[in-house]
T-cell receptor
Framework: DSGVTQTPKHLITATGQRVTLRCSPR?????VYWYQQSLDQGLQFLIQ???????AKGNILERFSAQQFPDLHSELNLSSLELGDSALYFC???????????FGPGTRLTVT | DQQVKQNSPSLSVQEGRISILNCDYT??????FLWYKKYPAEGPTFLIS?????DKNEDGRFTVFLNKSAKHLSLHIVPSQPGDSAVYFC????????????FGTGTQLKVEL
């Protein structure tokens, strides 16, 4: 158990809908990262927050947004969902700006 | 553009033998490398890392080797155990440039009895 929690574990929704994925980092970790893993793909970095501020952005679509709250939990919002958004979404956290990131179990999103 | 490549999607090794997982990268700015292990239905777990100022780092049965001139790293597992069967991801980052990790596509290791 990495100490990073993600909810929900599974999500099935229809095209055009909007969903919110939630992540609670390990106790004491200030950085939160979001990654997307599509079928047969490696993990693709989406976005990083550090202590409530956006710190780095990857190939995140404009339909996607994220935020980190004062209690350090983070939410990833996905809107106008398309079939191609079906993937595993992982959240990770790290102590300060450490490079070793600790991953949650992921949320499997299925768009039908 | 796949900046971190794991060209072997799968590897099968007998228990007790050495497992060697390979990773190549194209971005010469990468200077810190990590290996993660992933079991089904779980998130990746950090295994071992290496800075570009070193060419080897050991942690128990796991050793990572870095060849900067070849832009190549490898993970050695000795001896391999059935519990090592998992997907292994290589990742790279540029220190001082944020903590974005660039991952390879993974290698499925199967350790057979």
């Amino acid at each position: 158990d990495s100490g990073v929690t993600q909810t929900p574990k599974h999500l099935i929704t229809a095209t055009g809908q909007r969903v919110t994925l939630r992540c609670s980092p390990r106790s004491g970790d200030l950085s939160v990262y979001w990654y997307q893993q599509s079928l047969d793909q490696g993990l693709q970095f989406l976005i990083q927050y550090y202590n409530g501020e956006e710190r780095a952005k990857g190939n995140i679509l404009e339909r996607f947004s994220a935020q980190q709250f004062p209690d350090l939990h983070s939410e990833l919002n996905l809107s106008s969902l398309e079939l191609g958004d079906s993937a595993l979404y992982f959240c990770a956290s790290s102590l300060d700006l450490s490079y070793e990131q600790y991953f949650g179990p992921g949320t499997r999103l299925t768009v039908t | 553009d796949q900046q971190v490549k794991q060209n072997s999607p799968s590897l099968s090794v007998q228990e007790g033998r050495i497992s060697i997982l390979n990773c190549d990268y194209t971005n010469s700015m990468f200077d810190y490398f990590l290996w993660y292990k992933k079991y089904p239905a779980e998130g990746p777990t950090f295994l071992i890392s290496i800075s570009s100022i070193k060419d080897k780092n050991e942690d128990g049965r796991f050793t990572v080797f870095l060849n900067k001139s070849a832009k190549h790293l490898s993970l050695h597992i000795v001896p391999s155990q059935p519990g090592d069967s998992a997907v292994y991801f290589c990742a790279a980052t540029i220190t001082g440039g944020g903590n974005k990790l660039t991952f390879g596509t993974g290698t499925q290791l199967k350790v057979e009895l």
